[in-house]
């Protein structure tokens, strides 16, 4: 997680970045914002460094080679001198313009901050944010007149609480792409421009992604193997995952295996789906890590199993695998499940 408690904003500009399909263009500020007053400072850093509040990390990227990141190129040169922040704001601004071709990018404002004194993993270094608002609000503004009497006036304007898109790059670990840390508010579809094509990052090898993974496989091998075979053991796997990966502080694949898998044959196909998945993905399994906590709590929603039963029930079950099970009745001819609990609510 990024400390920002002795942070500095040292410089700020803003441009103007259209769509480039629809010839909106591109407008480009000569000069930089000049140094804020206290309380608009402490806005701003609020503006800004809200969206980082996470310990998921990326690296930026190249297929052959990452100097040819544009990202990469135009931040590093501001990291190895600030004088040139002006310059490369511009050129990141063009890189930017030059992305934005799906039909519903909006226009907005792009952002690029200077930083001071960031904490991460109790390293201090600056670190460059790039920013862009697309959205604005209606907002009233009351102000008294001399006689006494009350004006309303309206407005347009963005809100200090939300930030369509951000992206925090850190002066550290320079050689692997630098530690980047995003945020992207708008249309998922619309918006992969900003981090595959404009930033081009990809995950960070750490414990939060390898937490992440690991769990993203045993919910896609549950639901797309194991609930073709036996529904019983495909909630028994999930409730057993999430539980181990709650209950460890460290990560080991014997033991999980031992542990959640149990069954020789059912190890196997899970190694096998796994491998798979890591090429299809182009990402890394690791087989030892430590657990992320934070990982842990954003994927467990996404264990929860759901029963549907024709077109009557539909049963949600968060654990309690050993609590239920499954039979026939010959005198129906229909199936059932039996639940045990203790208490109703």
Known sequence: MINFSNTNLDKIIVHKVGNKSKDEGLRLSKTQINPPGEMLNELLMSFFTKPFKGEQFYHLFHESDLALNEVYSFVGKIFENTETFQEQSENLARHLYSVSEHPNIKSGEFYVVHFDN???DDEACTAVGLFKTEHKENYLNISENREEQFDIEHNTGININKIDKACLILNTEKDKGFIVSIA?????????????????????DDNYHNTKNYLEVCKKFADEVLSEVN?????ALKTNA???FAQQDTFNKD???ERVLRDPETAQVFDDFKNQYARDYDMTIADEFDISDNAVKKEKSGFKSVVKLDKNYTVYIHGGVNNFTKGFDPARGLNFYQFFYENES
């Open 118 to 120: 960031c904490l991460i």
């Open 184 to 204: 992207d508010n708008t249309n998922k579809n619309e918006a992969l421009y900003w981090g595959d094509e404009f930033l081009k990052i990809k995950e960070r």
């Open 231 to 235: 529904k019983e053991e495909q909630i």
């Open 242 to 244: 999430i539980k181990y």
């Open 255 to 257: 033991e999980f295996t």
